[in-house]
């Protein structure tokens, strides 16, 4: 009776509007966690992998309108928080295959569409092929400005590493400097957080040797490859007779491993 009660007082533009409770930006972000999950389960070198590394790009069309969406809603931090979700499916992604992914889209467009009706990639889409560069620049300076510290130094070394693997090496290393992140990170505790900054490093380091820059490389990478490069870079889990992890510790740390199509190159590290 109550029910009947309100609705009766409702306008009818209140009656089409269905009020669920929760968070977005905290269900997408789960979504994101899920995605990751499955990624770490399936084998590699299986069709399976290559199938749900597809799902990528619904789900990063998803945190897109989401984000679009909080950004009229003038909900900042939940903006913020899809953006660097966003940074961190685009950061490892070289321009040739941003583009790549583009044409196959456009392709399968053409083929789904009917008569002479042909869907064109949505301009604000990351896979439309538009200047990276600026697109990783506008997202993370949202972050900036509006992300909590934790994701502000995240978005940090996703913009470093996204200038290292396009040889832009001077704009990169200047972030890193004036980010003051080599004295900060080492307290902050976040072995996540700590495990991209050594993918970040060793990317800079690479950028450096193809630049012909040898002593910057060997700056960027003695530290890295001066022990367990592997587990530094959340590539791979030590298991051994005398390894003096605890089970719980083993499953954070597998938990903790990195897509195998994020890896860096080993032996080139080398």
Known sequence: RLREEREAQMSPEELKTVRVPGSLSLFLSRLDEEYNKSLQRISPHSIDYVMRLRDEVKLVELLTVFQDYHDRVESPEDAAMLGELRVEHLYYRHDSIVMQVAQAIEAKAKGDAEGDAVEEPAADSPEAPVD???????????????????????????????????????????????????????????????ILFNRTMVTLGLAAFRLGKIWDAHQCLSDICSGRVRELLAQGVSTGRFSDKTPEQEKAEKRRQVPYHQHINLDLLE
């Open 132 to 194: 990276m560069a600026d697109k990783m620049a506008e997202l993370c300076t949202n972050i900036y400005q509006n992300g909590t510290d934790r994701q502000k130094t995240r978005a940090m070394l996703c913009h470093i590493y996204h200038h290292a693997i396009h040889d832009r090496f001077l704009e990169a290393r200047d972030l890193l400097l004036m980010s003051h992140l080599q004295e900060t990170i080492p307290v902050t505790g976040d072995i996540s957080t700590m």
